[in-house]
């Protein structure tokens, strides 16, 4: 008898296609546990965008929330000042400023000090006696601190000495200018203006007198002061003020002020709540994504009878509620007239999101900003407390997700063992169908010796 290279080539019989047959029906838990990893791997993906969405709402309460909820007015307040006569400066203003306005007689600008080398050269590069020592050292004395900068053989120029100072600190900026003959200047300024930071110069090295060489000329006469450190003198409502800089800060509360030249003019400081709009718009828009994503990974259709990955999954109707319930309940504000988001103009839409009437909003915090504030404050901080416990290690989210994973990694496992007894199964069905192939090959093989037998008889 031949040796089958194939099963069903002897007999006839499609082997193949009864084991396939047969491995599809042995199949089908398979397909199950597959499916139902599938799904799980899905549901974790769908609240992997509602974990993104309550941290983006989170990061939005987290804007709004003060250290305390007394101290919302301060912490949610921005202020603007603005000069009537803006060639005379500018002004900003912080948290802690005033609304009002205010006079300004700006009667001295703060100048800075000024000195320069008396004796002048042909070229930066001009080499320079300091009087005959290799090294000499040149003191820059501003109050109770001296600077010493050491000055040798290969800083005798005037680029060696300007670039000795500037690297030294000594509070006053060098800079080497070239005058209307054609020669070199070593310049001295002082890097802020005002009394205060008035710098003497003195020291060991000394320059040598053009007009009677070898005349030494010590450190202190060599620079001639050309302009003194004067301040900035500056009338606010009347009142003096006297500053070492043209950059003027506290002499109104929360105001900074820049002054750049003298004359009379007005300070305005107003209020303004457009950063507060801005970022109470960003935790609209933020919990509106949240509640769109909700909607949709938990919504059914019933037309096409499809349901959305999380359709009917308990962890979305627990986030849902709860953040519905925080926004709305009423706030501990003590206003009569503002007391829920709805006072300052968000409130909820058909849909379940989120709107913001702008003019509604302006009008109460032009009204009572401190009601305003105590209101966005109170939900703000609520928020951020709901929204922290369900993205915590226990909260609702990570459990939700950690029972997801732990399924996929059971289905996992049930999967692999399948897949080994499926592999068994077949082995089996083949093992046997071959067998079978072979038996009713040989079955044929001796009809067919007694069909010829029974026909010579």
């Given at each position: 008898m031949a040796t089958l290279s194939s099963a069903g080539i002897g007999s006839?019989?499609?082997v193949e296609s009864l084991i396939s047959g047969l491995m599809q029906i042995e199949r089908q838990p398979l397909t199950s546990l597959q499916t139902q990893q599938s799904t799980a791997q899905s549901k974790i993906s769908a609240l992997g965008t509602i974990k993104s969405n309550l941290a983006s709402l989170q990061n939005a309460a987290k804007a709004l929330t003060p250290t305390t909820l007394q101290t919302a007015t301060s912490a949610l307040s921005n202020y603007t000042a603005a000069l009537t006569d803006t060639t005379i400066g500018s002004?900003?203003?912080?948290s802690s400023a005033v609304p009002g306005t205010y006079s300004i007689?700006?009667?001295?600008?703060?100048n800075e000090q000024r000195y320069q080398l008396g004796k002048s050269y042909a070229s930066t590069d001009a080499v320079i006696d300091f009087g005959g020592a290799?090294?000499?050292t040149l003191s820059f004395t501003k109050?109770?601190?001296?600077v010493n900068v050491t000055l040798d053989t290969t800083q005798n120029t005037l680029g060696g000495i300007r670039d000795a100072i500037n690297k030294a600190g000594t509070g006053l900026n060098a800079t080497v200018v070239t005058g209307t003959d054609g020669k070199q200047n070593l310049l001295l300024s002082a890097a802020t203006g005002g009394t205060a930071n008035t710098v003497s110069i003195g020291g060991t090295a000394q320059f040598i007198d053009s007009s009677s060489p070898g005349s030494p000329i010590a450190a202190s006469s060599a620079f001639t002061q050309t302009q003194a450190a004067t301040d900035a003198v500056v009338k606010v409502q009347g009142v003096s003020i006297s500053t070492a800089g043209n950059t003027i800060t506290g002499a109104v509360d929360g105001?900074?002020?820049?002054?750049?030249?003298?004359?009379t003019t007005t300070l305005t400081v107003s209020r303004d709540t457009s950063a507060l709009q801005t970022k109470l718009q960003t935790l609209v828009n933020s919990y509106n994504t949240l509640n769109s994503s909700i909607k949709n990974l938990s919504a059914y259709n019933a037309n096409t009878k499809t349901a959305a990955v999380l359709n009917g999954d308990s962890t979305l109707r627990?986030?849902?509620?709860?953040?519905?319930?925080?926004?709305?309940n009423a706030s501990d504000s003590t206003s009569s007239s503002i007391k829920q988001l709805a006072d300052i103009g968000v409130s909820f839409q058909t849909d379940g999101s989120l709107s913001l009437d702008t003019a509604k909003f302006s009008k109460a915090a032009t009204t009572d900003f401190a009601a305003t504030a105590s209101v966005i404050a109170y939900y703000s901080k609520a928020l951020k407390s709901d929204a922290t416990a369900m993205l915590d290690t226990n909260g609702t989210l990570t459990n939700r997700t950690t029972g997801l994973n732990s399924t996929v990694k059971n289905l996992g496992k049930q999967i692999d063992a399948m897949n080994t007894r499926l592999t068994r199964i077949e082995n089996n069905y083949r093992s046997q169908y071959t067998a079978l192939d072979k038996a009713m090959s040989s079955m044929s093989t001796t009809s067919s010796y007694l069909t010829q037998q029974l026909a010579l008889l």
């Amino acid at each position: 008898m031949a040796t089958l290279s194939s099963a069903g080539i002897g007999s006839g019989l499609n082997v193949e296609s009864l084991i396939s047959g047969l491995m599809q029906i042995e199949r089908q838990p398979l397909t199950s546990l597959q499916t139902q990893q599938s799904t799980a791997q899905s549901k974790i993906s769908a609240l992997g965008t509602i974990k993104s969405n309550l941290a983006s709402l989170q990061n939005a309460a987290k804007a709004l929330t003060p250290t305390t909820l007394q101290t919302a007015t301060s912490a949610l307040s921005n202020y603007t000042a603005a000069l009537t006569d803006t060639t005379i400066g500018s002004a900003s203003a912080t948290s802690s400023a005033v609304p009002g306005t205010y006079s300004i007689e700006v009667t001295a600008l703060a100048n800075e000090q000024r000195y320069q080398l008396g004796k002048s050269y042909a070229s930066t590069d001009a080499v320079i006696d300091f009087g005959g020592a290799s090294t000499k050292t040149l003191s820059f004395t501003k109050g109770s601190t001296t600077v010493n900068v050491t000055l040798d053989t290969t800083q005798n120029t005037l680029g060696g000495i300007r670039d000795a100072i500037n690297k030294a600190g000594t509070g006053l900026n060098a800079t080497v200018v070239t005058g209307t003959d054609g020669k070199q200047n070593l310049l001295l300024s002082a890097a802020t203006g005002g009394t205060a930071n008035t710098v003497s110069i003195g020291g060991t090295a000394q320059f040598i007198d053009s007009s009677s060489p070898g005349s030494p000329i010590a450190a202190s006469s060599a620079f001639t002061q050309t302009q003194a450190a004067t301040d900035a003198v500056v009338k606010v409502q009347g009142v003096s003020i006297s500053t070492a800089g043209n950059t003027i800060t506290g002499a109104v509360d929360g105001v900074t002020l820049n002054l750049t030249k003298t004359g009379t003019t007005t300070l305005t400081v107003s209020r303004d709540t457009s950063a507060l709009q801005t970022k109470l718009q960003t935790l609209v828009n933020s919990y509106n994504t949240l509640n769109s994503s909700i909607k949709n990974l938990s919504a059914y259709n019933a037309n096409t009878k499809t349901a959305a990955v999380l359709n009917g999954d308990s962890t979305l109707r627990s986030i849902q509620g709860t953040l519905r319930n925080t926004l709305g309940n009423a706030s501990d504000s003590t206003s009569s007239s503002i007391k829920q988001l709805a006072d300052i103009g968000v409130s909820f839409q058909t849909d379940g999101s989120l709107s913001l009437d702008t003019a509604k909003f302006s009008k109460a915090a032009t009204t009572d900003f401190a009601a305003t504030a105590s209101v966005i404050a109170y939900y703000s901080k609520a928020l951020k407390s709901d929204a922290t416990a369900m993205l915590d290690t226990n909260g609702t989210l990570t459990n939700r997700t950690t029972g997801l994973n732990s399924t996929v990694k059971n289905l996992g496992k049930q999967i692999d063992a399948m897949n080994t007894r499926l592999t068994r199964i077949e082995n089996n069905y083949r093992s046997q169908y071959t067998a079978l192939d072979k038996a009713m090959s040989s079955m044929s093989t001796t009809s067919s010796y007694l069909t010829q037998q029974l026909a010579l008889l």
